[in-house]
């Protein structure tokens, strides 16, 4: 059974930094793409950050060079890095695997977290 466990989030100033967390289990984790996500109130999920099995990255443009998406596949565990970080952040992040696809061009994301709450205040 695929589970998906997301930790670190929080309530921080603008300008501040958080570090996620998501414990996968359940699949053969080094092999997949996998991705964060999040979705504030009122609006709808968007993709910020996506990383494939061999490592390579994509970004939405709102996060570039502020956030860093990477994979401990010893650990079985996907990270997001979030660095100066606005009020406009504010939302419940999610990964998300894609358990059939090792490139994430053209995955579909069909396991998720339950989620992580991160407020950014001014």
């Known amino acids: 059974q695929v589970q998906l466990v997301e930790s670190g989030g929080g309530s921080v100033q603008a300008g501040g930094s958080l570090r996620l967390s998501c414990a996968a289990s359940?699949?053969?984790?080094?092999?997949?793409?996998m991705g964060w996500f999040r979705q504030a109130p009122g609006k709808e999920r968007e993709g910020i950050a996506t990383?494939?099995?061999?490592?390579?990255?994509m970004y939405r443009d709102s996060v570039k060079g502020r956030f860093a998406i990477s994979r401990d596949n010893a650990k079985n565990t996907l990270y997001l890095q979030m660095d100066s970080l606005k009020p406009e952040d504010t939302a419940m992040y999610y990964c998300?695997?894609?358990?059939?696809?090792?490139?994430?061009?053209?995955?579909?994301?069909?396991?998720w977290g339950q989620g992580t709450q991160v407020t950014v205040s001014s």
């Open positions: 990383i494939d099995r061999d490592g390579r990255t």
């Open positions: 998300a695997a894609a358990p059939a696809f090792a490139y994430c061009v053209t995955a579909t994301f069909s396991y």
């Open positions: 359940g699949y053969t984790y080094s092999s997949v793409c």
